[in-house]
């Protein structure tokens, strides 16, 4: 067993030896730009990108051409809700998404409000699902893009994707999706689901940083979007710039490593999930799970510890990297908004923290998180007044 053990796969995941062996091609020998039409070496660096293309559409269930590479899901998630908002503003300026939603989706919402539009934040229930008739509720005539994200980045709870589609399709209104927690770890088809427009991005799934990808449907709806970067053309016109063909390259492996392993992934990973949630439920009284305990990611684990602080567990873990909230607001060190919207208390919430399996997750080392864990938090429980005080009454 190698130190320290990696169990933060929600905030990134680790290079897949094979998605490297894909891409070092495209970072030395074959370093043609996709562009260039005049040359074998430009033709080649095209071809590794269609194909790329090809494998990302296989893994959602889309076509090719629907699929246009970014530089990953805030890009991705930025690109349809202001590219929506571009063109569709004579349609309507209503959108509607979540509470709960990454941190560059209601920034984006945000930024659009001041523009005009209008936006309905849903709220979650105590596991962070949305209620579907509180959506239907909020569908007006003006409505022209629901955003809802497939799986959430703190608890791993899954939204009911496919009633969501079904609904919006019904009513006439886009449907977008951030799979970026979704995508790879869990099965998504956009045709069969009624998704309209769904975000990734390669590091959540194996893959290089820097890149992911966006699905916009060509048909039945067709959605058009306003540019997001004008220049030379690229990607339909909807994106220029030289296009990172070792990323994309990259990101076309993960799709197809994680299509072809995913039924099985999925299976062994809610082992080592259920294994580790049980080995600490048994040696750590009153520890609570959150978020939904049926509908969740199989490498997802949020829990909270009574009378601990998670930033005193996680700097107390030296030989295993987890979080205490989304790696995108760990630097503002503020408690998890996503877990105030589901309405936990203060306490709760204080004490949660998040584990992220993965591929190349052990039971091994879930044998040893399970033993540390318990063992840190015991001693943390000790110097609790809180605590101190409970033990106390329970001697009396």
């Known amino acids: 067993m190698k130190f320290p053990i990696y169990l933060d796969c929600h905030s990134t995941?680790?290079?897949?030896?094979?998605?490297?062996?894909?891409?070092?091609?495209?970072?030395?020998?074959?370093?043609?730009?996709?562009?260039?039409?005049?040359?074998?070496?430009?033709?080649?660096?095209?071809?590794?990108?269609?194909?790329?293309?090809?494998?990302?559409?296989?893994?959602?269930?889309?076509?090719?051409?629907?699929?246009?590479?970014?530089?990953?899901?805030?890009?991705?998630?930025?690109?349809?809700?202001?590219?929506?908002?571009?063109?569709?503003?004579?349609?309507?300026?209503?959108?509607?998404?979540?509470?709960?939603?990454?941190?560059?989706?209601?920034?984006?919402?945000?930024?659009?409000?001041?523009?005009?539009?209008?936006?309905?934040?849903?709220?979650?229930?105590?596991?962070?699902?949305?209620?579907?008739?509180?959506?239907?509720?909020?569908?007006?005539?003006?409505?022209?893009?629901?955003s809802i994200m497939a799986a959430n980045n703190e608890t791993g709870t899954i939204q009911p994707i496919a009633e969501i589609g079904k609904l919006c399709r019904e009513r006439k209104v886009f449907f977008h999706t951030d799979a970026a927690q979704a995508v790879g770890k869990i099965p998504l088809h956009v045709r069969n689901m009624q998704i309209d427009l769904l975000s990734l991005s390669a590091h959540k799934f194996y893959g290089p940083k820097g890149v992911g990808a966006v699905y916009i449907s060509r048909k039945e709806p067709?959605?058009?979007?306003?540019?997001?970067?004008?220049?030379?053309?690229?990607?339909?016109?909807?994106?220029?710039?030289?296009?990172?063909?070792?990323?994309i390259v990259g990101l076309g492996m993960a799709c197809e490593i994680a299509g072809a392993h995913l039924d099985t992934e999925v299976s062994r990973v809610s082992y080592l999930r259920d294994m580790l949630h049980n080995g600490l439920v048994a040696q750590i009284e009153g520890l609570t799970l959150n978020g939904n305990p049926q509908s969740r990611l199989p490498h997802s684990l949020n829990v909270s510890f009574p009378y601990v602080e998670s930033d005193s567990l996680v700097g107390s873990l030296k030989n295993v990297a987890i979080s205490s909230t989304s790696a995108c607001m760990s630097a503002a060190s503020v408690p998890s908004y996503v877990l105030a919207a589901m309405g936990l208390p203060p306490e709760r919430i204080h004490g949660s923290v998040r584990f992220g399996l993965g591929r190349f997750t052990t039971e091994e080392e879930i044998v040893y998180t399970i033993n540390t864990v318990s063992q840190i938090v015991h001693q943390l429980q000790k110097s609790s007044p809180l605590y101190q005080m409970r033990d106390a009454r329970t001697q009396e």
């Open 13 to 146: 995941t680790p290079l897949d030896p094979k998605v490297l062996e894909a891409m070092l091609p495209y970072l030395t020998t074959d370093f043609g730009n996709a562009s260039s039409k005049s040359h074998c070496f430009g033709w080649k660096a095209e071809s590794a990108v269609e194909k790329a293309r090809e494998r990302v559409a296989k893994l959602i269930g889309a076509s090719a051409r629907e699929i246009l590479f970014t530089s990953g899901a805030t890009e991705s998630n930025n690109f349809v809700l202001q590219g929506v908002a571009e063109k569709y503003a004579h349609q309507g300026k209503h959108f509607i998404t979540t509470q709960i939603e990454h941190k560059c989706i209601l920034a984006t919402a945000e930024y659009l409000e001041k523009k005009g539009f209008e936006v309905t934040y849903l709220p979650v229930d105590d596991t962070g699902m949305i209620r579907l008739e509180e959506l239907e509720q909020a569908i007006r005539p003006d409505t022209v893009l629901v």
């Open 222 to 247: 067709r959605v058009e979007l306003g540019p997001l970067l004008h220049g030379g053309g690229q990607e339909q016109g909807l994106r220029s710039g030289t296009l990172n063909v070792p990323g």
